[in-house]
């Protein structure tokens, strides 16, 4: 059975950093991606980053080029999302997803066919 849980959601003022986690279980990231989304209420659910298995290949969302950075821990099977600069903008629900289609790299929710519960992100102005 698949499993992805995400932790390190907060509250946190405008200008700091939060460093989101997510584990995974159940599935082998040498192929396939993670990403991270997220949503806020009343839009839609958006990719933000994610990271293939294979080569460690990186895309970004415009809005958080150069502010958040993706990373994993293979032995850990973790994918981390490191936000620094985090703006009131960025508040939302952040789940990660594992895409096990092996298809190209992309933020593309739709591709993605394995998710976790999500962890809530706040930020104060």
């Known amino acids: 059975e698949v499993q992805l849980v995400e932790s390190g959601g907060g509250l946190v003022q405008a200008g700091g950093s939060l460093r989101l986690s997510c584990e995974f279980s159940g599935l082998t990231f040498d192929t396939g991606a993670i990403g991270w989304f997220r949503q806020s209420p009343g839009k839609d659910r958006e990719g933000v980053a994610c990271?293939?298995?294979?080569?460690?290949?990186?895309r970004y969302a415009d809005s958080v080029q150069d502010r958040f950075t993706i990373s994993r821990d293979n032995a850990k099977n973790t994918v981390y999302l490191q936000m620094n600069n985090l703006k009131p903008e960025d508040t939302a629900d952040y789940y990660c997803?594992?895409?096990?289609?092996?298809?190209?790299?992309?933020?593309?929710?739709?591709?993605?066919?394995?998710w976790g519960q999500g962890t809530r992100v706040t930020v104060s102005s």
């Open positions: 990271i293939s298995g294979s080569y460690g290949h990186i």
């Open positions: 997803a594992a895409d096990m289609t092996y298809g190209p790299l992309t933020l593309l929710k739709g591709a993605y066919n394995y």
